[in-house]
């Protein structure tokens, strides 16, 4: 009774989320700590563990019913961020909520067995077609959704300058200002990326060991990688504490570590602070326009820079809902900042996404389109920022189908190690064929990795490619 009772509350609640522990006890006449008491006692679970865990289990139903997506069902039960929602699906269940629906199947009497794709000869090049291609496989690189093949290892090398940074534990009381750490762990890994004596593993190819119970000796040697960056994030309003530890990954010793206590607006310094202690700490020479580039910061202004983070995170749960809130937040970024070109960028990149899986709202040329003022507009307030010149690269080749300009804007958007522009080159390369460029051009043999919820464009010769695809 007593449990069906906290179910009941939670239920009439369930797509509020602000609805946690104070208002659960609230409604049912009881302290927290009477509540917790009670629960603990019945279940073993805390009162916010059991809020969470009976919101995924309802999550669960309707993802089985199949009417919803992963985003509006993580709306539908009170999921402030559809990323948090995966990240907490994964975790109680095993595997993300995109993979119900396979799971389902592979229960059902008659399970259709997997056919590898053969190899087909590749059909002559078609505007149209390849405009939706655009629309939709190639897109997912510009969100970062390919990285470094991790099953083709290399031995680790005491010389090797390589550094995997994991993702940092989020402590801050309000998880939703996960988007914060998150983006605290991008722009560390961005600076150190731009570094030519680095070697810097992707974001996606680190996300499994978010809440890995591997030594750092185990994640290393699977990984390749000498070095691990580890630490957390915990944010109080204006406040902000950042922990990190640089470990050897084959010692397991501490190389270096450090605390960071400032206010929000310092988190630019801190930031910067942080890889220079790793280049440092690495061995690793800067030239001038590196150590120009390590303290760079895009925008001085705190607030539009915390917009712009929470565009990402939001652009990022790879829905329809998420994209406008990305183009909506970033808008406010840009009227607080007017010169604040990444976001601008970012912008551009937002709309174009409305083309791609999040329901195809516009045509490609229509996405193209509104984002090419803005890419614009990126150039003209930073001609160097790579983001711009990779999506001036894509606008170049999908919507004037100018080949060499787009492989222009390419190079220029790879100068700094940009892995979503690293993955675009690739891409470019071999769709024109130039497969072994494409090889190099990431320097490592490649995964793209393309979500399940990407319908098949008839034609496109993906079969054909030098690159192995993985349908998650």
Not at 145 to 156: D, E, G, I, P
Not at 210 to 221: G, L, N, V
Not at 414 to 422: F, G
């Amino acid at each position: 009774m007593f449990l069906e009772k906290l179910k009941k509350e939670v239920d009439d609640n369930l797509t509020n989320d602000q609805f946690g522990v104070e208002e659960l006890a609230k409604n049912i006449g009881m302290s927290r700590s009477q509540l917790h008491r009670k629960l603990n006692t019945a279940t073993g679970q805390s009162v916010s563990q059991f809020i969470r865990e009976y919101r995924l289990q309802r999550g669960m139903e309707l993802l089985k019913e199949g009417q919803l997506n992963a985003a509006e069902v993580a709306d539908r039960i009170g999921f402030g961020s559809a990323t948090y929602f995966n990240k907490c699906f994964n975790e109680y269940y095993g595997y993300p909520p995109g993979e119900v629906k396979n799971k389902l199947s592979e229960n059902a009497v008659e399970t259709k067995a997997f056919e590898p794709l053969k190899a087909q000869p590749v059909p002559q090049p078609k505007k149209n077609l390849y405009l939706q291609f655009a629309a939709g496989a190639v897109l997912l690189l510009i969100i970062g959704v390919v990285y470094f093949n991790s099953k083709q290892r290399v031995a680790l090398d005491r010389n090797d300058k390589s550094i995997a940074i994991l993702p940092f534990k989020n402590l801050s009381e309000d998880q939703r200002t996960e988007y914060f750490s998150e983006g605290v762990i991008e722009a560390i890994r961005t600076s150190l990326a731009q570094v030519g004596e680095l070697r810097v593993i992707s974001r996606t190819s680190v996300e499994q060991y978010r809440e890995s119970a591997k030594s750092s000796r185990e994640i290393a040697r699977e990984l390749g990688f000498a070095a691990l960056l580890e630490g957390s994030v915990q944010r109080d309003n204006n406040k902000v504490r950042i922990d990190v530890r640089l470990v050897d990954g084959e010692s397991e010793g501490q190389v270096w570590a450090k605390s960071y206590d400032r206010e929000l607006k310092d988190v630019f310094a801190i930031q910067s602070e942080i890889a220079q202690s790793v280049v440092d700490e690495l061995n690793a020479k800067l030239s001038p326009e590196e150590k120009s580039l390590l303290s760079k910061t895009d925008t001085d202004n705190s607030k539009a820079y915390d917009l712009y983070l929470k565009a990402i995170y939001e652009y990022r749960t790879y829905s329809n809902k998420g994209a406008h809130n990305s183009i909506a937040l970033l808008k406010e970024a840009i009227a607080l900042d007017s010169n604040y070109a990444r976001a601008y960028a970012f912008l551009a990149n937002s709309y174009i996404g409305l083309a791609s899986i999040w329901g195809a709202e516009l045509s490609a040329l229509e996405a193209l389109k509104k984002g090419k003022p803005f890419i614009d507009k990126a150039l003209s307030l930073d001609p160097n920022l790579d983001e711009a010149h990779m999506l001036m690269g894509f606008y170049k080749l999908y919507n004037d189908w100018d080949f060499e300009g787009a492989e222009s804007e390419y190079k220029l958007g790879i100068v700094s190690n940009h892995s979503d522009a690293l993955a675009l080159y690739a891409d470019y390369l071999n769709f024109v064929r130039r497969h072994v460029g494409g090889r190099r051009s990431l320097q490592r043999p490649a995964v793209i990795v393309i979500a399940s919820r990407l319908r098949p464009h008839t034609g496109v010769a993906l079969r054909d490619f030098p690159l192995r695809f993985e349908f998650l």
